[in-house]
Nanobody, 121 residues
């Protein structure tokens, strides 16, 4: 699975951005799509996820402000970010959790390249 993220940029506090992540390759193996973010010196944290069944999950810090959605026809997942705060500044990564069924079951995660989101105060 290959993931191509886009949509980052610079925005003022209170503004909005929409990130997109286009998936290609072995799409059928994907269980869920996820957005993570990371700031220098800290761990990569889960921001939001959406399963192939449409169930969503959000970090407490973004609930009510961020919305994850998918366009299955385009194999693309979006992260709509509203009411952005300076503390949302990070590199955002999309990821695809997958399962490969064979003689052994392999569960893993593919990563896209990061996209920088900077929120100025």
């Amino acid at each position: 699975v290959q993931l191509q993220a886009s949509g980052g940029g610079l925005v003022q506090a209170g503004g909005s951005l929409r990130l997109a992540c286009a998936a290609s390759g072995r799409i059928a193996s994907i269980n869920a799509m996820e957005w993570y973010r990371q700031v220098p010196g800290k761990e990569r944290d889960l921001v939001a996820s959406i399963t192939t069944g449409g169930a969503t999950n959000y970090a407490e810090s973004v609930k009510g402000r961020f919305t994850i959605s998918s366009n299955d026809a385009k194999n693309t997942v979006y992260l709509q970010m509203n009411s952005l705060k300076p503390e949302d500044t990070a590199v955002y990564y999309c990821a695809a959790e997958y399962t490969e069924w064979g003689d052994t079951v392999v569960v893993g995660r593919h990563w896209g390249q990061g996209t920088q989101v900077t929120v100025s105060s």
